[in-house]
């Protein structure tokens, strides 16, 4: 998961992206980067948060009328500026490119592009992959079109497997974006004045005065020439799976993602927590959120069970999201900074924790102990999804079997191990229920193990060898 977000015919482009950027940081916090183009393309990435990598000088360094940024959060690749987006080639024409999602097929992409394409990859970011595709068809045709254009996204389409959301420019030609066939992750535009902006989230459109846009829809290739006519192709039929985990945990309350605004999502979500607790009501004094992204589904809780709903925890905003972090060792690290107890609202009392999922089982086992030490009666625990428990390929850091508590212990051994009196998962069905309304068109694979896309057993051995590699 990382977060894109890119802008065509502003009159600063730096500062749209800067904007939008920050609005997107929590998709990914490991590195970022804005490239803007103004007769040339001015290249700025960075490790850390987007903040503290750019400041009044890049302003007059970073000029032009168009450009993409990115945030990130790895999943192929180690971690590090090396490995930062947006990424460049200088054949044909000059293109930069960023994507959100994960190629899932990288290794053998990697292997066909050295020896069939004679392009060498410099370094490990599967986006390299795609932009090298890319150009590589590109650059076998004469000149350039919206009809050629089409013809090398196609070509993407038919050799790279996974996710991908991706932002491209391509010199004196034009802005581009596509999104896979099976549209994994999110990719939504909008267009005010001569302004036209896309994003992963609705949130980055809107903080740049952008409040109409609409998805890119998979399989789709949308581009935007340098007289600002807009040209649009869905190129293959969708196959949408969209990912669930984008509702219950990635994407911000206040985004729209494919239609369905994720705070409502997570108040249904919470609705249907209820449902399946209501006959242990009384098995509980109060209901606490575990900040920040449980707090809209333990509202939605506590108020169908008629409980009191109390914020017990509080949450210093300047450790980021634990589960994204690269690495096991800094996610260890950064829970034990995370959370501090408000102590009045959990002395002798049976709490109701609420969580958004469970993934290791490092973050809760460690919240359980910390209410159990503030005076807590009793410590009950309970996420808005079902257990975790198959390995994704398709942007989520979690890429081996092993790594989910789930899978080493029984579910009614899971309180258990997390020092919890009971816990309880929301069931898939509703899940998808209290997500789509009707809606069944999503990726459940880490849930369900139904998987949208097939994936080797080699690249999967892959993949898993290169996380544990990255993470040290």
Known sequence: MC????????????????????????RGQDTCGIVTYDNHFNIKRAEGLVTTAFGENDISRLTGSVGIAHVRYPTIGKGGVENAQPVYTNTPYGIVMAHNGNVSNYFQLHERLQKKYHRYINSDVDVQIILNIFSYHLSRQQNFSFEILCDTVKKVFSEVKGSYSVIAYIAERGFVAFRDPIGFRPLV??????VTAFSSE???????????YEDVKPGEVIFIDEKNKMMRRVLEESRQRACIFEWVYFARPDSVIDGIDVYNARYRLGEKLAEELKNRRN?????????DTA??????????????YR??????????????MPGQKKRMDAIREKLHPIKIELSGKRVLLIDDSIVR????????????????KEVHFAVYSPALKFPCFYGIDIQHADEFLANRAPLDRIANEIGADSMHYLSLEGLVNGVGMGRKNFCTACFSGKYP???????KSKIHCDRKRADG
Do not use: W
Not at 13 to 21: C, E, S
Not at 189 to 194: C, E, L, Q, Y
Not at 453 to 458: A, F, I, L, P, W
């Open 283 to 291: 098995d509980f004094d109060v209901i606490i959120p575990v900040p």
């Open 311 to 324: 914020e017990g925890l509080i949450k210093n905003r300047y450790i980021g999201r634990t589960f994204i």
């Open 3 to 26: 977060g894109i977000f890119g802008v065509t015919g502003s009159k600063n482009a730096f500062i749209d992206l800067y904007k939008g950027l920050k609005m997107i940081q929590h």
């Open 202 to 212: 609705s949130v980055s459109l809107e903080a740049i005065g952008i409040d109409e």
């Open 189 to 194: 535009f909008g267009r005010k004045d001569d």
């Open 295 to 308: 707090r809209t589904a333990s509202l939605a809780c506590a108020t169908k069970l008629n409980l009191p």
């Open 453 to 459: 896309q097939n994936v080797t057993k080699d690249d």
């Open 361 to 376: 089982g490092n973050t809760s086992k460690s919240i359980v102990k910390l209410v159990r030490d503030s005076g807590a």
